[in-house]
């Protein structure tokens, strides 16, 4: 099979989406005469025009705001912005007005729109963009959330997510932009809220996330070679969340650890790990552990920096304490 | 923004020139009555009767702004409100007892029961699209209604409302920058009511007026007597025909003031009496039935007619709305995602 880049893949999701309906729109920073910051948008702006590739001021909420507003018009935006720490400028009208539109109207109200973002753990830039905090979602009921972990899940996830009739985050991994992976030449979509294993264990279930599944993945190679077998899960989605998939997994391993950039502390591992715990508490064998990033802003210095990410020796060392 | 004193109202305007026909001016006071009966009825439900509870902004002393603005614009025209959005509602024609169910909580309001009195004005079946309790969060909102409608090509416009304090937020500067840049046809319309809820506009708003702040974005900005129907909507109707015609935004300033205070249940003492009896003095219902007389379009008698039909439909609104049921607790989980 063929191998793009996962900014490729998306920018590939990005156009054949454009090409298939005409209420697809993109609004935001730098997209269009700069072709996006990471390319994904390389060539969209001279093949569909600034009717379709708007590029904005440097206008958080109004970027935002005028996603919404489109897609009450009518319209499909995708808007983009450029770092996730850039998230907080709008929250306002991701959280409390696009989450809620459907359901303080009754129902009446759709507003179906992805707002792209990326965050840059692992790129050296520093404190304030940087950040992964997707677990503040896990409050905002009406979001759906997408972590793409791949080239391959990356498009399909995006064309799911267009064609979705709710306000999805569509969050993306700077550090993944340049890395390759097979992607079929033919369409295909995938579904939202369904988790993908991407290999397959019986001693240890790792549930991984984003930048960190690759991680997780090169954590298993290593823990083969000494006779420790690892599922591993990539929920893909954290709104909705494939519970059973991860459930049915620990039901089999009876360990778990879960993987993720976020600060550990009301992240992603915590909720995951809570939710196995209501569902799954007879079948565990250990504790489950949470590999995440330390409960500090992000370091600079690249050497700093590397030592605060999670990565497969870190899943390694959590694994052999379980697994013993 | 200088001390804001009521503005003079129309002197003389050539109805027929500008197609105000005794049908339309009739109808700018039926909304109005509509408007000052229905929030009349609604503040007794609240203050006297307990009957309804929570925050909730009455549009009292403001009606001419909705009605002018609103008949200005076509049905299919869309428009969003605000948590203050009773006056646009009705006047988009949303009938009044899905608006009261509403404020009762009741599965056959608006809403059905989920969004309350500050976003009962959502109704997009009368293309009232969105009503926000976040001061200024509309106004992006509506750059982008307006980009949808300038990309379907049909001439339609958006119109928004907001207050004076919402022009003090970020995305109020955000929204109309990117509206301006863009040339979308939206009517963003300021309803200066003087008071962000007890903080004076005159204190508040650094610029010398808030449409002198559209200037900053190279967008018309007009001021007008916001208690005048007619003025509101002769300004209103020239700022729908520019947009319409593909020439960009307008920012609408009505200068009006609440009859009441912020909520239903501030009594607004912090006003200075005489400021209140001077904008008493131009109620803009009395103001429009005054000039309808003055040129002999209507009577006493046409005034009377309208207002026990109103009368008559605003309790009928109190009764659906009282036997109407709630929507069962098990059904929300419907209601949060499409799909």
Known sequence: ????????????????????????????????????????????????GPERVRDTPISEAAIAGAAIGAALGG??????????????????????????????????????????????????HGAQHSQFFPSIFFQVPGLK???????HDAKGLLKAAIRDEDPVVFIESGVLYRTKGAVPEEEYVLPLGQCDVKRKGDDLTVVAVSRVVSEALAAAAKLEEQGISV????????????????????????????????????????????AVLEEAFDSLDAPIFRVASPHMPIPFSPALEQAYMPNADKIVQAAKKLVG | MKPAKPTDTVSYVDYERHGLTR????????????????????????????????????????EAVAAGAILALNDDDLITSTYR??????????????????????????????????????????????ATAIVGSGIPIATGVGLALQREGKRRVAMTFFGDGASNT????????????????????????????????????ASESIAARAQAYRMRGVTVDGNSVVAVFLAAKEAIDLARNGQGPTLLECMTYKLKGHGVYDKGEYRPKEEIEEWLKRDPIENLEAELLKVNLATQATF????????????????????????????????????
């Open chain 1, 1 to 48: 099979m063929r191998e793009l880049t996962y900014a490729d893949a998306l920018r590939e999701g990005l156009r054949e989406e454009m090409l298939r309906d005409p209420r697809v729109v993109l609004i935001g920073e730098e997209i269009g005469v700069f072709e996006g910051v990471y390319k994904v948008t390389r060539g969209l702006l001279k093949e569909f």
């Open chain 1, 75 to 124: 319209l499909r935006p995708v808007a983009e912005i450029m770092y996730m720490d850039f998230l907080t400028i709008c929250l306002d009208q991701i959280a409390t007005n696009a989450a809620k539109m459907h359901f303080m109207s009754g129902g009446k109200l759709k507003v179906p729109f992805v707002l792209r973002t990326q965050y840059s753990l692992g790129r050296m």
């Open chain 1, 145 to 151: 959330v997408v972590l793409p972990s791949t080239p």
């Open chain 1, 231 to 274: 599922d591993v899960i990539d929920p893909r989605t954290i709104q909705p969340l494939d519970l059973a998939t991860i459930v049915e997994s620990v039901k089999r391993t009876g360990r778990l650890i879960v993987a993720s950039d976020d600060v550990k502390s009301g992240g992603i591992g915590s909720e995951i790990a809570a």
């Open chain 2, 23 to 62: 049908e339309l001016l009739l109808s700018m006071l039926r909304k109005m009555m509509e408007i000052r009966r229905f929030e009349e009825r609604v503040e007794r439900l609240f203050l006297q009767e307990g009957a309804l509870i929570g925050p909730s902004h009455l549009y009292l002393g403001q």
């Open chain 2, 85 to 130: 959005g009773h006056g646009h509602a009705i006047a988009k024609g949303v009938p009044l007892k899905l608006l009261m169910a509403e404020l009762f909580g009741k599965a056959t309001g608006t809403c059905k029961g989920l969004g309350g009195s500050m976003h009962v004005a959502i109704f997009p079946e009368k293309g009232s699209m969105y």
């Open chain 2, 170 to 205: 970020g995305a109020f500067h955000e929204g109309m920058n990117l509206a301006s840049v863009w040339k979308v046809p939206v009517i963003f319309v300021c309803e200066n009511n003087m008071y962000a809820m007890s903080t004076r506009a005159d204190y508040a708003v």
């Open chain 2, 304 to 339: 009377a007619q309208i207002e026990k039909e109103v009368e008559a439909e605003v309790e009928e609104s109190v009764a659906f709305a009282r036997a109407s049921p709630v929507l069962p607790f098990d059904e929300l989980v419907k209601y949060v995602y499409v799909r």
